[in-house]
């Protein structure tokens, strides 16, 4: 995978190519606005309060709190890119401990363009402020790691490398605003409530818990707009199931960039092993542009 190196603020900013070289401006956009919320099935007639007394928006909200007391979950990922009339997916999966911020996802990239070999699949170690890749490309050596400070990153690592941190889409989800309910539906066999909204990623940056800020805030510099449309499913223990979120960006050409990054969850309390890697093993050579 090779790594375009952009700057902002004379600082370093390693962008994933096999997400950009396919990502192109495309028509992606939140659904049209949904009924009120006190019209849906699952709430009351007052101001669309869930059956407790929360509002959707303050479900939406408590995401993150919720997957931290569940401590760990099976993780899927799929990042989908537009270039002319073609789609892209970047699909990962692996597993996240909430509690120590930490995840390991294998993300498999697609075909190049014009051709034909696959890439290897490249390993991805989530942990805040930082992302450690393995097999990533770029003149880098089979058995090295490379280390990204996600807090240089222009977009705050939420689509670099082609998957979007789970307990970072669940942080952005602090800044929850314009929550409608869509109603029930089903994900992976399990009965879920579907919510739409907005997240504002300066907000965010804001109010999310200490280890999510710093690259937030730079997300919150980099994107196009601060905010990003969601769509988030939750089951009925109020944990975030599936999430999609609706980013938007300019990239070098100045021409404006959708991606949609969707996170989905199961298998809550799996056991979850994720190891640094030793200092010895990161890769500090020149990575080919």
């Not at 709430?43 to 760990?72: K, N, Q, W, Y």
């Not at 995840?103 to 699949?121: F, Q, S, Y």
């Amino acid at each position: 995978m090779v790594v375009q190196q952009h700057r902002r603020g004379g600082g370093k900013v390693a962008v994933a190519a096999a997400v950009l070289g396919v990502m192109a401006a495309s028509g992606c956009s939140g659904d049209g606005a949904e009924a009120a919320d006190d019209e849906r099935p699952g709430f009351g007639a007052a101001h669309g309060r869930l059956a407790d007394g929360r509002t959707p928006t303050d479900e939406v909200r408590a995401a993150a709190d919720v997957l931290l007391a569940a401590g760990s979950a099976r993780a899927r990922t799929a990042m989908e890119t537009a270039s002319g009339g073609t789609r892209v997916t970047i699909r990962g999966e692996g597993a996240y401990d909430f509690r120590r911020r930490m995840g390991r996802l294998t993300v498999v990239l697609p075909k190049d363009p014009a051709g034909t070999a696959e890439h290897r699949p490249v390993t991805e170690l989530m942990t805040p402020g930082a992302l450690y890749m393995k097999n990533r490309g770029a003149g880098v050596p089979a058995d090295k790691w490379v280390r990204i400070d996600t807090t240089t990153l222009a977009d705050g690592n939420l689509v670099t490398g082609g998957a979007t941190d789970p307990l970072a889409a669940a942080e952005l989800l602090r800044s929850a605003r314009e929550v409608t309910y869509a109603g029930e539906e089903s994900s992976d066999g399990v009965r879920v409530r579907h919510f739409r909204g907005s997240a504002d990623i300066a907000l965010a940056a804001r109010v999310a818990e200490p280890y999510a800020r710093a690259a937030l805030a730079a997300a919150a510099k980099g994107f196009a707009t601060d905010i990003v449309p969601f769509d988030a499913y939750f089951d009925d223990e109020g944990r975030l199931r599936k999430v999609r979120h609706r980013f938007s960006f300019t990239n070098g050409s100045g021409e404006t960039v959708a991606v949609s990054s969707t996170t989905t969850l199961y298998g809550f309390g799996t056991p979850v092993s994720v190891r640094l890697p030793d200092a010895r093993t990161i890769y500090a050579g020149r990575i080919r542009v």
